[in-house]
Structure formats: C-alpha cells, structure tokens
C-alpha cells in the first residue's frame, strides 16, 4: 500500500520558483517511479514530470529547462523544482507513484496524492 502528501504550493511572481515535495508511506520506496502531473482549471490533468527507481527521468516539452525532478529513496521524498514560472504553470500538483514510468502515464494503476494549488501571477 502507497500514501502520498503534496507540499510546497502557494502564490508565486511570474520568474519566480517553488520546490514540491511529495512524501511517501511504502516499504516499496525504491521499486517505484514517481512523477507529477498537473490539472488547470477547465483543461485535463497532464503529465508534467517523472523519475524512475533507477532516476532516469522524463519531463514534458512544457517543464524542459526550467523544471527538475528528484528523489531521495533515504527519506521517501520526492521534490519538482520549478523555476522560471510562468502564469500557464498555474494549476494543482499532484505526485503519484507507479511500478514503472510508461505504467505511469498510462494512469490505470496510480497512487495519487491530494494535490497542492500552484498559483503564478503575471
């Protein structure tokens, strides 16, 4: 069993930066990928970002060069370090956990956390 808790959101200056940070419950830890999605309102939740067991990661054309995923498998965290916001960043982060990356975009099988409101003004 996976629990997930989302941190770090809040009111950012378009330029700005944030960190979020996932924490997870599971034994399981180091087997897992984890990765971001985001959800804007009125448009569909996207992937933004994930990091595999091994830390190979994959990021959308959207979050190239500007945002970077990690883990720390000693702490069960994982962190999306976003700079260079822009007001299109604004929507809920959520983290999510999944036996594999490509498991993970496919969303049949996704751990997901309560997500936390990241909000860039212009």
């Known amino acids: 069993q996976v629990q997930l808790v989302e941190s770090g959101g809040g009111l950012v200056q378009a330029g700005g930066s944030l960190r979020l940070s996932c924490a997870v419950s599971t034994r399981s830890f180091n087997a897992l990928a984890m990765g971001w999605f985001r959800q804007a309102p009125g448009k569909e939740r996207e992937f933004v970002a994930a990091?595999?067991?091994?830390?190979?990661?994959l990021y959308a054309d959207s979050a190239k060069g500007r945002f970077t995923i990690s883990r720390d498998n000693a702490k069960k965290m994982f962190y999306l370090q976003m700079n260079s916001l822009k007001p299109e960043d604004t929507a809920v982060y959520y983290c999510?956990?999944?036996?594999?990356?490509?498991?993970?975009?496919?969303?049949?099988?996704?751990?997901w956390g309560q997500g936390t409101l990241v909000t860039v003004s212009s």
């Open positions: 999510t956990s999944a036996g594999t990356i490509a498991a993970m975009r496919e969303s049949t099988n996704n751990v």
């Open positions: 990091i595999s067991w091994r830390g190979n990661t």
